[in-house]
């Protein structure tokens, strides 16, 4: 992390609809990296906002019986309120209409006119009404006709330019010369492949005759300013520039700018480009994250099938809903939202791993050892590794952080609570203690198990702040955030805490009673039934987690013919497996191949050597083939 500063921000989201799970998405993830960058010390800035002019605006207006003004007025706070219960923590909230934007927009236009990098010319040629924007042939899909596209008009009027194609080969270089400009890679491709055709000059202006909401040019007042030159400079005009030139040094360049991949070319041709005019420097990185999905649909108003946060918020509770969007996308893909994915998950990590160890924790706490937090005193093997996997998956929280892949450091937190799980299945705290001569093994047992979950909380109390803290208060740690630099070093707990009463951090899910009669027909089919006919439910299946895996070394285990031991990475861990395939595969040939793994199987041991997980393979006429992912894709990915 940059120990200097952050400043993270959100595209600002049109006020002609309420909010949905694309909106909520973004501004979350914002949220979290703002929040443990705050937690780590440096010093963090974060700004959302909300874009109120232009054509869509003016339409919803006038489908509602009502002013621009007014429009936007009743539905920005919409947004504030839906952040406020989403418990986003943003430092400022921007609206274009209000005067400390104008005046920037404003002050903008002039100096770029004053300079010649605006013009007036004529336009003729298609207008994407949905999107506002100028169309040339290049920016159709290849092999369709602009008159055949639903919302392309043909236009011709009289409008101002910005010289945008003066800069496309400085774009192309500096692209080229910073790789972290524009995330992840695919996404700079996609720039780049759009930059390889000649690129036009951007037309900023709308006739008031045509459209009126905008702001005005300070140079023509027969004209408005286009809603993306006005939009973007929300980022600057937020933190004074133009205005308050001490607050504006301290905040940019921006260290993140997130948007989701259908407002691309926007961000990385139009942006830079009007900086660069402007003699500003460039954004850290602009980072395009992938859509939410319903099934492999686009959730889409016109197709009904758009998620409503508040929603979700309200049957399963907020922290809940915001565990599930950052663990459930791998930045820069496409996710898919169900009810009975977000169940599924929900219940796994939270209610049966999370929420179970701190059950199991507290009660033995408080019927044996009077509510205090007892002494760890003799250690074993056992609890040094649990120490370790601790340490290591909030280390791992951290490197997901900088490398904006919060799913693979979600997956890690998860997995050493169930590791967690594991070590007291293990060593069967609730049966020693039956033992006088165990009390002091026991203790150590909870001590270990307690402590984890205080690292644990403080490493997701970023993405679960409300419940976290719950936790927290639980083992008497009282209602601060945590503090960082204790989150990666085992001991912060302290002997002798008088823990609280009881709590249920997250009661188990249930499926609606309105699913479908087959569903709840096979959910009620005998068991003796279900194992004649060899069918199990979707959530028994739904518990095996199968992830990509990097083989990272192999070789023999003596006096097995058929077994090799690998190490694997799992993107933010590293395992050892046994796996029965040395009369197919020799371990030189092994290294660096990507696999297929079911990562959430308790650990074994297989001829004397642990073994924690499986690989997939597949059997044929005597022969044997692993498994592998179709297509470049980092270790750690869920499969799906």
Excluded at 68 to 94: C, G, H, K, S
Excluded at 95 to 107: A, C, L
Excluded at 448 to 455: D, H, Q
């Amino acid at each position: 992390m940059n120990k200097d500063y952050f400043y993270v921000t959100t595209p600002i989201y049109y006020v002609n609809d309420k909010p949905h799970i694309g909106h909520a998405y973004t501004t979350i993830l914002a949220d979290v990296l703002a929040r443990y960058h705050r937690l780590a010390g440096v010093p963090t800035h974060f700004l959302t906002g909300t874009d109120e002019h232009g054509q869509k605006v003016k339409q919803a207006a006038d489908k509602a019986g009502m002013s621009p003004r007014e429009q936007a007025d009743r539905t920005v706070v919409r947004f504030q309120e839906a952040w406020q219960r989403l418990e986003i923590t943003n430092d400022d909230f921007i609206r274009t209409t209000e005067d400390r934007h104008i005046k920037v927009v404003q002050g903008i236009l002039q100096d770029l006119y004053d300079r010649g990098e605006i013009y007036k010319a004529d336009y003729d040629g298609w207008y994407d009404v949905s999107s506002e924007t100028f169309v040339t042939e290049k920016d159709l899909p290849e092999g369709q006709n602009p008159e055949d596209l639903p919302n392309i008009t043909r236009i011709r009027e009289t409008n101002y330019f910005f010289r945008m194609s003066a800069y496309q080969d400085w774009l192309i270089q500096y692209i080229n010369d910073n790789p972290e400009f524009i995330q992840p890679e695919m996404r700079r491709n996609e720039t780049l492949g759009f930059l390889r055709k000649p690129l036009g000059d951007l037309c900023i202006s709308r006739p008031k005759s045509r459209m009126s909401w905008g702001i005005e040019l300070p140079f023509d007042k027969d004209f408005v300013t286009y809603v993306w030159f006005d939009a973007l400079v929300n980022y600057i005009s937020a933190i004074g520039y133009r205005g308050d030139d001490e607050h504006f040094k301290r905040w940019w360049p921006v260290s993140l700018q997130l948007i989701g991949k259908d407002i691309l070319t926007t961000h990385t041709v139009y942006w830079p480009t009007m900086l660069k005019a402007m003699n500003l420097p460039m954004p850290g990185t602009v980072f395009a994250h992938g859509w939410w999905l319903t099934g492999k649909t686009k959730m889409s108003k016109s197709l009904g099938n758009v998620v409503n946060p508040m929603d979700c918020i309200e049957r399963f509770g907020v922290d809940a809903f915001r565990y599930f969007l950052m663990s459930e996308m791998s930045l820069g893909q496409d996710a898919s939202f169900t009810e009975e994915a977000f169940i599924l998950k929900y219940n796994a990590d939270l209610a049966n791993d999370l929420g179970n160890v701190l059950n199991r924790v507290m009660k033995l706490i408080q019927k044996d050892f009077g509510g205090k937090v007892p002494e760890a005193l003799t250690l074993t093997e056992a609890e040094h590794d649990l120490q370790r996997a601790a340490v290591a998956a909030a280390e791992g929280m951290l490197q997901s952080v900088k490398a904006m892949r919060l799913d693979l450091g979600l997956q890690g937190l998860a997995a050493v609570v169930r590791r967690a799980n594991q070590y007291l299945e293990q060593q069967q705290p609730w049966s020693l203690v039956k033992e006088p001569a165990n009390r002091e093994r026991v203790a150590t047992v909870l001590y270990t198990v307690a402590e984890l979950l205080r690292i644990v909380s403080g490493m997701l109390y970023p993405v679960m702040p409300g419940k976290m803290i719950d936790l927290r208060k639980a083992l008497g740690l009282g209602v601060d955030p945590p503090q960082f630099e204790r989150l990666h070093h085992w001991g912060g707990l302290t002997a002798g805490t008088q823990i609280s009463e009881m709590i249920q951090l997250f009661p188990r899910a249930q499926k609606p009673s309105s699913d479908n009669e087959d569903l709840k027909m096979e959910q009620t089919k005998p068991a003796a039934d279900k194992a004649a006919d060899g069918l199990i439910d979707i959530s028994e299946f739904g518990r095996v987690q199968l992830r990509t895996a990097r083989i990272l070394t192999a070789e023999k285990i003596d006096g097995a013919d058929k077994l090799l031991k690998l190490q694997i990475d799992l993107g933010v861990e590293q395992r050892q497996l046994v796996a029965g395939i040395a009369q197919h595969y020799s371990p030189d040939e092994l290294p660096g191949r990507m696999i297929l793994v079911v990562a959430n199987l308790k650990p074994a041991r297989i001829r004397g050597v642990e073994s924690c997980g499986m690989l997939l393979a597949a059997s044929h006429e005597g022969g044997l083939v692993l498994l592998a992912p179709d297509g470049d894709i980092p270790p750690g990915c869920p499969v799906k």
